[in-house]
């Protein structure tokens, strides 16, 4: 059997094993879904980075590093600014709010502020996207399985997804927040050997540069290495697609409800997000150093892969795969994480059975995550040719929640006929930009940038004719 194989089930093993002696500890739905409310700085810091490095920020980095440079760290880079705004704007005061009421979702909160219609709109809006954006996560890991070791498309999106269905169903958040500590050391180790040796294995910085120069001359290669290469009108563009999903992104607001505190909530958010902006220049860094030494690619997305196959010596290569093996699995944790507490608290807690008792809950949460983990993994098989239109599904999720939770926390007039009126008519908005554009407006906007101002104008406009709400009321459960 392939060495890479082994390592990778071996390593997998080590996970699905460390989540089942975890699950022991879970005993109550709070675990499952928040952790108890117990986690620190450095667990809520661990879990979210952990989520917020996937297939994106790895592979996905590394081919527009492969084809900008350096100013491809704006991809990455952006995610950390909107995390930063997360932690200083939103996390700590939902947290507070959370706290206060006994929330366990984000769906929690919009039916306090708004009403159980705007809840069930935005659960069904989520847990459509959250799946496509799982099918996404579970494409591109069994990407590096067909590439690195030569296995067909659906075993690399099966392992993945025995791996995180086993694990998070066993304990939630309360185990995945702790197997994630373990997954981000792995794949902090891998990326961060793998730039220093394949700068040496290319023959040090100044050859790699002259390399690159020698492929695209000397005006191309300024650009290139520039950290602004891409032009106002690039950085504005990736600052406008990612930063308002790492803002009110489910996932991460609901991981943030497990911190013990409001201070831990804003201290490991603000962490992640520092991490984030430091992580941002290793992918680029890779991309360059096979855009040097690979010229000639079909395709970007092989950067990595080639750089970690290639350059590295075989026990680096096998820390690179773990790495990348460990950023897949984390982010689609995550997205499970958001599928299932929206599935079990949203929908059924909500509209089935709201006199579900703890231990009921603690049940359909479980089989919410093993039924959405496989019916991942089945579209994953089944249509991995459209990875980009899974991941759009996926966006339109934040068009949908950013003006009613950012503008709702800190404005009390906004009611439910303001929020749904920004729901309904930004999200069939946006779909049909992205259809008739393909992305890009303007030069830098982009179709869900349109949205949230769709949104934002919808509830403004309704809102004028809607009395006040006392917002405070929501501190006081």
């Not at 069994?142 to 169903?169: C, D, N, R």
Request: proline share 4%; aromatic share 10%.
């Amino acid at each position: 059997m392939h060495t890479y194989l082994v390592w990778i089930i071996a390593y997998s093993a080590l996970l699905i094993g460390l989540g089942a002696v975890l699950a022991r500890k879970v005993r109550k739905a709070g675990d499952f879904l928040v952790a108890g409310r117990r986690l620190g700085p450095g667990l809520i810091f661990s879990t979210l980075l952990a989520a917020n490095i996937g297939a994106g920020t790895t592979v996905g980095a590394a081919s527009l590093g492969y084809r900008f440079g350096w100013s491809a760290w704006w991809w990455v880079g952006s995610a950390g600014i909107g995390c930063l705004i997360l932690a200083n704007s939103v996390a700590a005061r939902l947290w507070t709010i959370a706290e206060a009421n006994d929330f366990h979702t984000l769906g929690d909160y919009l039916e306090k502020r708004y009403n159980r219609s705007v809840r069930g709109l935005i659960s069904a809006i989520l847990t459509i996207g959250s799946l496509g954006l799982l099918a996404a996560q579970l494409i591109a890991l069994s990407m590096v399985f067909q590439i690195i070791v030569g296995v067909p498309h659906w075993f690399g999106a099966v392992l993945g997804g025995i791996v995180m269905i086993a694990y998070f169903t066993a304990g939630g958040l309360f185990s995945s927040a702790r197997i994630n500590l373990i997954e981000l050391v792995v794949l902090l180790a891998g990326f961060s050997l793998a730039v220093p040796f394949s700068v040496q294995g290319s023959g040090g910085w100044p050859q790699i540069a002259a390399k690159v120069g020698s492929h695209l001359g000397a005006d191309r290669a300024a650009e290139f290495f520039s950290p602004v290469g891409i032009g106002l009108s690039g950085i504005l563009y990736y600052f406008a697609l990612l930063a308002p999903s790492f803002i009110v992104s489910p996932g991460l607001i609901q991981k943030v409800y497990g911190a013990r505190s409001a201070g831990a909530a804003r201290a490991g958010v603000n962490l992640n997000s520092l991490a984030l902006l430091l992580f941002a220049a290793l992918p680029p860094a890779i991309g360059i150093i096979a855009a040097a030494n690979f010229p000639s690619l079909a395709d970007p997305q092989f950067a990595m892969y080639r750089v970690i196959t290639d350059l590295l010596p075989k026990w680096l290569t096998l820390l690179g795969l773990a790495a990348i093996f460990s950023a897949e699995v984390s982010t689609c944790d995550a997205v499970l994480f958001m599928l299932s507490t929206s599935i079990t608290v949203d929908l059924y807690k909500s509209f089935i059975k709201p006199d579900a008792s703890d231990r009921v809950l603690l049940r359909v949460s479980r089989l919410a995550s093993l039924a959405a983990g496989i019916l991942g993994v089945i579209i994953a098989i089944r249509i991995p040719s459209i990875i980009s239109v899974l991941t759009v599904f996926y966006s339109l999720v934040s068009v949908a929640l950013f003006v009613p939770v950012v503008v709702g926390l800190y404005w009390p007039r906004p009611d439910a006929r303001a929020a749904l009126a920004a729901i309904t008519l930004s999200v069939p908005c946006t779909l049909a930009l992205q259809i008739w554009t393909g992305g890009r407006i303007l030069v830098f906007l982009n179709p869900f940038v349109i949205g949230m101002g769709v949104s934002l104008a919808a509830l403004c406009l309704v809102t004028v004719f809607t009395g006040k709400r006392n917002y405070f009321d929501l501190f006081s459960a």
